[in-house]
């Protein structure tokens, strides 16, 4: 290639911006392009979340009503979480909550914790042949209280495309903390449609609330968007591979698919998020360490992890994109 380009952002690599205008005012990105076809934007200030990706030209992820909304708008009361819900490709939720605002052991949460409103601080951007690697930390700590980091890794391919995403979350406080995080991966039009294909092999599922058990025949299909639906929530206990499990959607009227695949023994609980509303049209493909059900729910239940001061936990996920049937269908083989 390098006989070919004068400047190598020609092809592909990394670039940083600044939104401006708007509730994202001052936003920080990168944009990302492999030289593959596939693009992304990671949100510094907003965790080093993905906001937006599309693959040969065509848009991946879901982006909520409210667009970009930087962090000092966020509104940590009651369900003042969705105010500046941007979705985007996916949302980190946690650290110490995720799910329905609660109060546990006489401390209030918000909706789905605080740490996808925290900005990140780049640590490292480095690119060689392969492709390129990208780290952040994000503090999510108090004073007199929670002290969790999260130190995040993206490695984008130069040779395929797919994204692999590492976080470790350490305790640096001196006393237990719960922990808890899903990835809010969130799957918008044209990927997302009445045509397209979800797959999520599963020895079991579980409707959250009456609506979505009333709906049980039409968990794993989307539907074409209508007025004044109400979203479902299906819990799956999702068939590893070698540890590893995967899950997808694919398009075949314009060929494009997407399979995310993490491991299920740090991320054992799997959360389909369908709504199916006029603009609000998205579909929520969610790896966690637990369920959307709230801490104190959770702590009751006896399943709230807690991690000891000093210790640390590790997570993954890659995301593989897709442009034929047979590429996608080789991840799911049955």
């Known amino acids: 290639?390098?006989?070919?380009?004068?400047?190598?952002?020609?092809?592909?690599?990394?670039?940083?911006?600044?939104?401006?205008?708007?509730?994202?005012?001052?936003?920080?990105?990168?944009?990302?392009?492999?030289?593959?076809?596939?693009?992304?934007?990671?949100?510094?200030?907003?965790?080093?979340?993905?906001?937006?990706?599309?693959?040969?030209?065509?848009?991946?992820?879901?982006?909520?009503?409210?667009?970009?909304?930087?962090?000092?708008?966020?509104?940590?009361?009651?369900?003042?979480?969705?105010?500046?819900?941007?979705?985007?490709?996916?949302?980190?939720?946690?650290?110490?909550?995720?799910?329905?605002?609660?109060?546990?052991?006489?401390?209030?949460l918000p909706m789905h914790g605080t740490v996808s409103n925290i900005p990140a601080t780049l640590t490292r951007l480095e690119e060689d042949e392969r492709g390129l690697t990208i780290e952040a930390a994000v503090r999510d700590g108090v004073l007199?209280?929670?002290?969790?980091?999260?130190?995040?890794?993206?490695?984008?391919?130069?040779t395929e495309s797919s994204i692999k995403l590492a976080d470790t979350v350490i305790n640096e406080g001196d006393c237990d903390s719960p922990f808890m995080i899903l990835y809010h991966c969130n799957m918008g039009y044209p990927l997302l449609c009445e045509e397209s294909r979800i797959e999520i092999p599963h020895t079991s599922i579980s409707p959250q609330d009456k609506n979505a058990a009333d709906n049980m025949e039409t968990a794993a299909y989307p539907e074409a968007p209508q007025a004044r639906i109400a979203e479902r929530c299906y819990y799956y206990d999702v068939t590893p591979k070698d540890g590893r499990a995967n899950v997808g959607i694919y398009n075949g009227k314009i060929e494009k698919g997407l399979v995310i695949?993490?491991?299920?023994?740090?991320?054992?609980?799997?959360?389909?998020?369908?709504?199916?509303?006029?603009?609000?049209?998205?579909?929520?493909?969610?790896?966690?360490?637990?369920?959307?059900?709230?801490?104190?729910?959770?702590?009751?239940?006896?399943k709230l992890r807690i991690l000891a001061p000093d210790e640390s936990e590790k997570t993954d996920l890659e995301f593989k994109f897709t442009s034929t049937e047979s590429e996608f269908k080789q991840f799911f083989p049955n």
């Open 1 to 108: 290639m390098k006989a070919y380009v004068g400047n190598p952002l020609q092809i592909r690599g990394a670039e940083q911006y600044t939104l401006q205008g708007g509730k994202g005012n001052g936003m920080r990105f990168i944009y990302v392009r492999n030289g593959l076809g596939l693009d992304a934007w990671i949100s510094l200030d907003r965790c080093a979340d993905i906001s937006r990706v599309s693959y040969k030209g065509v848009n991946y992820a879901f982006m909520s009503p409210c667009g970009y909304v930087a962090p000092q708008y966020y509104n940590p009361e009651g369900k003042g979480f969705l105010d500046s819900f941007t979705a985007g490709f996916f949302t980190t939720c946690g650290l110490t909550a995720v799910g329905a605002p609660c109060v546990d052991e006489g401390e209030k």
């Open 144 to 158: 007199f209280g929670k002290k969790l980091l999260l130190k995040r890794k993206y490695f984008i391919s130069y």
């Open 261 to 302: 695949s993490y491991d299920k023994s740090t991320l054992p609980c799997f959360t389909e998020w369908k709504m199916m509303g006029k603009t609000d049209y998205v579909l929520g493909l969610e790896p966690g360490n637990c369920n959307p059900v709230g801490r104190d729910v959770l702590r009751k239940n006896g």
